[in-house]
Each structure stands twice: as structure tokens, then as C-alpha cells.
């Protein structure tokens, strides 16, 4: 695993989720929505996919939501997409290195994919922020193809007009490498981010 600079990687992930977050809203299009789910996506600057952008109010307090997002013992209960996740390296000040895996997608048309992300858990105006980018690691699963995150980010804040609901906002940029058709993976993203949302839901309630 590569040296990390944690304070620095962690305040650059940060400030460019926040740029994500000031996207002007004409610059997202549609590409998925539900009662309570809208899932948007724009051309990516950092790579030749999408950026994706999901929003819903979640009934719940930010902290107990991003508890459950957050790398840590609730994830991989509930993520329907998630197989695999271990915690490679605790670091400082809100800082972890984690390793997992995600379920073939598409009648398997996407294989299963492993991901090895830094991730970071800050405090955000009055709710918090999770982000993940990822890194290199030489150890690669047998039979996944090494998909890489780049930055990605999960805003939660409790809505002014109830705290007990929080809106819960994700920006997802995730290339998933290999030769895929363009298409099916858009249908994947948009449908995985969907599920999330309802699998996220299920796990608070139970």
C-alpha cells in the first residue's frame, strides 16, 4: 500500500466534494427517479465516465445514518451490492483504509468488482460528510476486476423543518474498468444508487 498523507488527502477530498455539491443544478440531468429517490449524472472531470449525484430524505438523525454508511459493522449487513469488507487500516482523525467487494450486476454482464478506497468522516454544516477515494494495493482478489473509486462522497443533514428526517445527498464516480457497454453501465449505477437508498431505509427501521 502506497504512503499516505491522511491530512492532505483528507481536506482535498473533502473540498472537492463540496464542489460537487455546488454544481449548478442545470448542468445535471435525469437519470433515474422514484417517490423518493432522484438520481442525476454529468459528464466526470476526472475520468471518461459520470459523475452521479442521488438525493431523498431519509427518516432518521444524521449521525445514526452516516454510522450505518460509514466503513464500520452495519455496512455489509445491509448493502445489497456489498459481498466483502474489511478494514485494512484504522487511521487519524476520522480516517480509515478499507477493502471490499460488490455483487456481479446485470445478470452478471458486470462481474463482481473489488475496490480498495481511503475514507474519510467530517463534520458538515450541522450534519456530516463520508467520502472515499481510491488508492493503490497490489493484492487483488482472485476472479474481480480492481474497479477504481475516484472521489465520491455522501452528504447527511437534518432537514430545518423536522431534525428527526435528514436529507442524505451522494456523489458517485466510479470506474468500473474492463469493457462494458456504456449503456448497462448507466442502467447499473442508477438502479444500484435506487437500491441503496431502499436498502438503507430497511436497515434504520429494523
Known sequence: MESLDTTSMSTKLQNTLIQYHCISEDEWHVAKKTSDVTVWRKPSEEFGGSLYKCEGVVKDVADRIVDYIRPGPYRL?????????????????????????????????????????????????????????????EVVRPNC??????????????????????????????????????????????SSLVNFYTDLRKALKA
Open 77 to 137: 449487513k445491509w448493502d445489497s451490492l456489498m459481498t466483502t469488507m474489511d478494514i485494512i487500516k484504522d487511521l487519524n482523525q476520522g480516517c480509515c483504509v478499507m477493502r471490499y467487494t460488490t455483487a456481479g450486476q446485470l445478470w452478471n454482464i458486470i462481474s463482481p468488482r473489488e475496490f480498495v478506497d481511503f475514507s474519510y468522516t467530517t463534520q458538515y454544516e450541522h450534519g456530516l460528510l463520508s467520502c472515499g477515494v481510491s488508492i493503490k494495493h
Open 145 to 190: 476486476v480492481r474497479g477504481f473509486n475516484h472521489p465520491c462522497g455522501w452528504f447527511c443533514v437534518p432537514l430545518q423543518s423536522d431534525p428527526e428526517h435528514s436529507l442524505l445527498t451522494g456523489y458517485i464516480q466510479t470506474d468500473l474498468k474492463g469493457i462494458l457497454p456504456q449503456k448497462s453501465v448507466e442502467l447499473a449505477m442508477a
